[in-house]
């Protein structure tokens, strides 16, 4: 999050001393603070007076006692970006106290989980405070951005005690008023509230407007705009002068809008012509400085005339205590465009070159590409946005990055490689893989047509980089079609497009060996090949530490890590991701970014060795690195980290929760999908007795036991037999005990000539368990002995402990043939939190059958008894024999019972 902070959108507006008091609409903000109320939302159309009533009460706040702090943040549309948002955010609290938000500075916000870690730290330091504090977000219609608008949420909801939350807005916030309303949490400030009544017109037309008027003029004006005050402001400003004010008051009615056009005009009209020309000028303009406004206007009189509008009460509102930067009124700006655009269409776009040009000098480059792209100047845009890429990607602010180069047109990019090839990879990210591919095609044609020139000149109207970015070009050209080509399983082009980048690459061009190397060995992956994998990832190490990217070096792990795992060794890649952790608390804060990835790894380890609270430990740890901690292609592995862990908690539903936010977040190009997410999905399915759910998802990825397999489709197909295993038990059909039987002797081969140990070990399990569920529990106990052998040094726990009732009656029966009683005790621990507490529990009349597991597992489930009864295609009465038998065998008289005492025994 770090990125400039504009100091003008921190600051409160000052209080007018001629302004029309309104002390109880002061008291209601008041009594809202003082009654402890979360949230006051002050909602109306432009020109009702909402930031003036908020700077108002707020100034009186210092005289309250004890003393209250006031953060005050003006939003606008750039704020949209959620990285400038929440760092305006901690910058507008920071004026209270420099110590707030320290640690969710650190953090990034692309995501709504990486939004909520951040905002979580802000709110932990404010709990901290040793004042109240008011926090005023003012023009929040501007936000339509949802990442920000669920910010704003998150902050509504977890606001500590010490903050009040003020939300100035033309439109009501997206929050949940309703709810906040009825347990009066919420204090409402609308048009009807800020009307000006007639006595209030009366004080503000002599007041401020420094006009006698008859009390019936005053009546008719305030009639006429119905208190708004904007109307009553243009009124004022046009009748200034004039020697007969009540034929004005008279000459016009109508609407808002008809009234704003009207009265507009008639202020400009009034106005001097250089004056007339200054306004309409500088209303491209967000923010007004002398020396901006000399820049657009080509005078040198700009600071005067900012001075003389304010004094004149011209809708001019500074931004800063020296007022060296002001900006017009909203409303009056609105005017003032439009007018604009009729009168000096044709001039627009060079006022907002030249502003743009001063943007550029004065080092400002968001703006400046503002009013390159306002002016339709694609071509100076483009200049732009390639100078300011590397700074926008230390930033991260990938969000505005991404809306610049969309907003230019193709023949515009097709003119910029460098942005092609950006664009190409934001698109990759994004998963717009036939936009990838255009954007890469546009590319080559670009550095085609340079010819041979590699001076940084420009050949053929091609804008070409400086000589370093066009030498490296052609080489992640080929990179990305290698990640293009593997998010399409083309394993082929993927090898023919890395190799070629590996021939492009200069010797010392370590990076891009290492980044062309890293393909080749996900190639092997795919293919099945894990040795060779590992073998490749070891010289991309080396490549990468000589480039010098230490960071790359430890986001390595994971890759190898995701090989070790299938070839059973869980030991390895445990110590590989310690090694990981210890290197990177050696490099300190300069590398940060795979750390948290490497503390995702180390829960998935943890928890398969058993060790779930460990395992959420090292979830929490990534959580609070935050989104920067992370490389992009491995955010979603902590939602399915996560997801395991509830699944072997029996959370099914937020098992599922977990894998949907995975999925939203998955990008493909950038490793093999050998575990897809929706595989994962029918895993929990097919725990949680939704065998329809699972069997259509096998249908609508066309998987059959017949099929060829490959390493690629393993996961897929094991995830397939563990359906068929679950579909046995339903229906007890000799047809479905052969397919299982026949594709999991095929899946142990494949994944012992692959030398895969953890892909074989997980295929016995299955094997024994399908054996059991025939009730061969001797031709059982041969996988399982051989799964127990292999998964014993790793320290296999899951595995088995997932598997519940089932497994523990094998486990039962290995105890009693003496397999490996140690290992085997262990397991039965992690199955049944109380096995160890005394003998094992022998098989017996009160055992669970087969069929009542599967009806007591859809009894923990929202299914009503009817629709249990259908998923088990038996009567209702049927079901109720059935919930008899296990409420009598556990001991209970009721459903939430029984469902409770499983999970207990760990049948569930």
């Not at 002061?26 to 949230?39: C, E, K, N, P, Y």
């Not at 219609?141 to 100035?168: K, N, Q, S, T």
């Not at 329809?692 to 489709?713: I, K």
Request: aromatic share 6%; net charge negative; charged share 20%.
């Amino acid at each position: 999050m770090v990125t400039p902070v504009l100091a003008t959108k921190l600051f409160v507006p000052p209080r007018r001393t001629d302004a029309v008091a309104r002390p109880h609409l002061i008291a209601r903000l008041q009594q809202a603070f003082d009654s402890g109320r979360t949230l006051t939302i002050v909602s109306a159309p432009a020109g009702c007076g909402k930031t003036t009533l908020v700077a108002d009460w707020v100034a009186t706040l210092e005289h309250n006692a004890p003393p209250v702090q006031v953060a005050w943040l003006s939003l606008d549309p750039g704020d949209n970006d959620p990285v400038r948002f929440l760092t305006h955010l901690v910058a507008a609290l920071q004026r209270i106290d420099a110590s707030i938000g320290s640690a969710a500075l650190t953090l990034p916000s692309h995501s709504p989980e990486a939004s909520e870690t951040a905002l979580t730290a802000l709110i932990n330091d404010v709990t901290q405070a040793t004042t109240r504090i008011v926090l005023v977000l003012d023009d929040f219609h501007y936000i339509d951005a949802l990442p920000v608008r669920r910010a704003l949420a998150f902050l509504v909801d977890h606001l500590p005690e010490r903050m009040h939350l003020v939300v100035a807005s033309r439109s009501d916030p997206p929050l949940p008023l309703a709810r906040l309303r009825a347990r009066g949490d919420l204090t409402e400030v609308r048009a009807a509230d800020l009307r000006f009544t007639s006595a209030e017109a009366s004080a503000f037309l002599s007041q401020v407007m420094h006009l006698q008027l008859e009390a019936s003029d005053v009546s008719a004006l305030e009639a006429r705009t119905e208190g708004w005050i904007a109307g009553l402001q243009l009124a004022g400003l046009s009748l200034q002068g004039r020697s007969d004010p009540t034929a004005f008051v008279q000459a016009f009615t109508g609407s808002h809008r008809f009234v704003i056009d009207y009265l507009a005009e008639e202020v400009l009209q009034r106005q001097a012509e250089s004056v007339r020309d200054f306004l309409l000028q500088t209303s491209i303009l967000d923010r007004l400085s002398g020396s901006l406004c000399d820049a657009v206007t080509g005078l040198t009189t700009g600071s005067a005339m900012l001075e003389e509008l304010e004094r004149n009460n011209l809708f001019v509102v500074p931004l800063d205590d020296r007022r060296e930067w002001f900006r017009y009124h909203h409303l009056f700006v609105d005017v003032l465009r439009a007018r604009m655009l009729r009168e000096g269409r044709q001039q627009a776009p060079a006022l907002h070159v030249l502003a743009s040009s001063w943007y550029e000098d004065h080092n400002l480059p968001e703006d400046a590409v503002h009013h390159a792209l306002a002016a339709a100047d694609v071509e100076r845009a483009a200049r732009l946005i390639e100078q300011a890429l590397p700074v926008l990607r230390r930033r991260r602010r990938d969000v505005t990055l991404l809306d610049w180069i969309r907003r230019l047109p193709r023949e515009t990019l097709a003119a910029h490689p460098v942005l092609s090839v950006h664009y190409a990879w934001s698109l990759l990210i994004a998963g717009d893989l036939p936009g990838v591919e255009l954007s890469l095609a546009d590319a080559e044609r670009a550095l085609r047509a340079t010819g041979t020139g590699n001076d940084g000149g420009t050949s053929q109207g091609v804008e070409v980089p400086d000589g370093e970015e066009l030498r490296t070009l052609p080489v992640m050209i080929e990179v990305y079609r290698a990640a293009l080509a593997q998010a399409h399983n083309d394993v082929s082009g993927q090898q023919q497009h890395a190799r070629r980048a590996l021939d492009l690459a200069e010797p010392d061009d370590h990076f891009a060996s290492a980044a062309a190397g890293g393909f080749l060995g996900l190639a092997a992956w795919a293919q099945g090949d894990l040795e060779a994998g590992l073998r490749a990832f070891g010289e991309v190490r080396t490549n990468l530490a000589l480039a010098g990217n230490a960071a790359d070096v430890l986001g390595t792990t994971v890759v190898l890590a995701d090989m070790m795992i299938p070839l059973g060794r869980l030991s390895e890649a445990q110590r590989a991701f310690e090694q990981a952790l210890r290197d990177a608390a050696a490099l300190g804060d300069a590398i940060t970014q795979p750390v948290a990835d490497l503390h995702v790894g180390l829960s998935g380890l943890h928890w398969q060795h058993g060790e779930l609270t460990v395992a959420t430990e090292h979830l929490r740890a990534a959580q609070a690195l935050g989104e920067r901690a992370s490389l992009p292609e491995n955010r979603y592995r902590w939602f399915t980290a996560k997801a395991r862990i509830h699944d072997s908690e029996g959370e099914f539903d937020a098992a599922l929760q977990s894998l949907a936010e995975a999925d939203r977040l998955y990008a493909r190009g950038f490793f093999p999908d050998v575990a897809p997410i929706a595989a994962l999905t029918a895993r929990v399915w097919i725990r949680q007795g939704r065998l329809r759910e699972a069997r259509s998802w096998a249908a609508s990825h066309g998987l059959t036991a017949t099929d060829a397999l490959t390493y690629r489709t393993e996961f897929e197909h094991v995830t397939l037999a563990r359906l068929l295993l679950a579909e046995y038990r339903q229906g007890q059909l000799p047809a479905t005990l052969h397919t299982a039987r026949t594709l999991l002797d095929r899946l142990l081969t494949a994944a012992q000539t692959g030398g895969r140990t953890g892909s074989a070990t997980e295929i016995l399990v299955l094997q024994a368990l399908l054996q059991g569920a025939a009730g061969r529990t001797d031709l059982a106990l041969v996988p399982l002995e051989r799964a127990l052998r292999q998964a014993e040094p790793d320290g296999y726990v899951r595995l088995f402990a997932d598997e519940g009732a089932p497994m523990d009656a094998l486990l039962r029966a290995a105890l009693h043939r003496g397999i490996r009683p140690e290992y085997v005790r262990r397991l039965r621990r992690a199955l049944l939190p109380h096995a160890g507490d005394g003998p094992a529990p022998e098989p017996g009349e009160n055992a669970l059958s087969e069929r009542e597991l599967h009806v007591l597992r859809l009894l923990g489930t929202e299914l009503s008894g009817p629709q249990i009864a259908g998923e088990l295609f038996v009567s209702v009465n049927t079901l109720r024999t059935h919930t008899r038998h296990i409420f009598g065998k556990l001991a209970v008289n009721s459903r939430v019972a029984a469902v409770r005492r499983a999970r207990e025994l760990g049948l569930l």
